[in-house]
């Protein structure tokens, strides 16, 4: 499979091994930019993934630490199931990415709906880097004859190709001074994923990778 045409339901074990990238199209694929993210920090999200007539959930939970080889912090997605069982790990440090399933191979290719981890976490961090964060990393991205773009007006987010096709939209909610990511919106893949903030309260951090 040479160009994978991702969807928030592709094969874990297809996405194990793939580079620190993300498709924006079936044939445009987008470098992930270094981690950037408040070292101490940790969130639990309920991702909830629109597609194809059917609703899948997935708790995001995130832990942001000192980097282990001096590009910067190291950023952890766990992938849970709502039932709180662990799905995959994903870190992030520096322009590298790594992805493991914690489920075996034969179990992960019958159990539907598993989301792709690079893609969760490419629309994640596509969500909350800033702009500037991510413009040099859109005019690499590879497959596209342009530089794609990413905007932010008036609590919308657009990214999109170089003829003005929208290809992404993310909204954002305030609360306070905070704002945060509400619901994205892929147009090429025909996918919605929507942000629900949990209490961390109700969550343990793991212990190891």
């Known amino acids: 499979m040479t160009t994978p045409t991702m969807t928030p339901t592709s094969t874990m074990a297809e996405a194990h091994n793939r580079e620190a990238a993300f498709n924006v199209t079936p044939d445009v694929r987008v470098p992930l930019p270094p981690a950037v993210c408040p070292v101490g920090e940790t969130s639990a999200t309920l991702l909830t993934f ?15 630490q ?6 910067g912090p190291r950023f952890t997605l766990w992938g849970l199931s709502t039932m709180g069982m662990r799905l ?9 990415v790594v992805a493991q399933s914690h489920l075996p191979p034969q179990v992960a290719k019958t159990i539907a709906g598993l989301p792709d ?3 969760v976490l490419g629309d994640y961090a596509l969500a909350h880097l800033a702009v500037s964060e991510w413009a040099p990393y859109l005019a690499k991205a590879v497959g596209g004859e342009e530089p794609l773009t990413l905007t932010d007006e008036e609590g919308t987010r ?3 190709d ?5 290809l992404e939209t993310i909204t954002y909610t305030r609360e306070g001074r905070q704002r945060r990511p509400e619901r994205l919106e892929q147009r090429v893949f025909h996918y919605r994923i929507t942000f629900e903030p949990l209490a961390m309260d109700d969550f343990t951090i793991p212990t190891n990778e």
Request: aromatic share 8%; glycine share 12%; proline share 2%.
């Open 117 to 119: 981890p690079h893609q």
């Open 162 to 166: 170089a003829t003005g096709n929208v």
């Open 158 to 160: 657009t990214l999109r």
């Open 66 to 71: 000192a980097g282990e080889k001096g590009a």
């Open 50 to 64: 629109d597609y194809a007539g059917k609703t899948h959930q997935l708790i995001a939970l995130t832990r942001c």
């Open 88 to 96: 995959f790990t994903i870190t992030w440090e520096g322009e590298e």
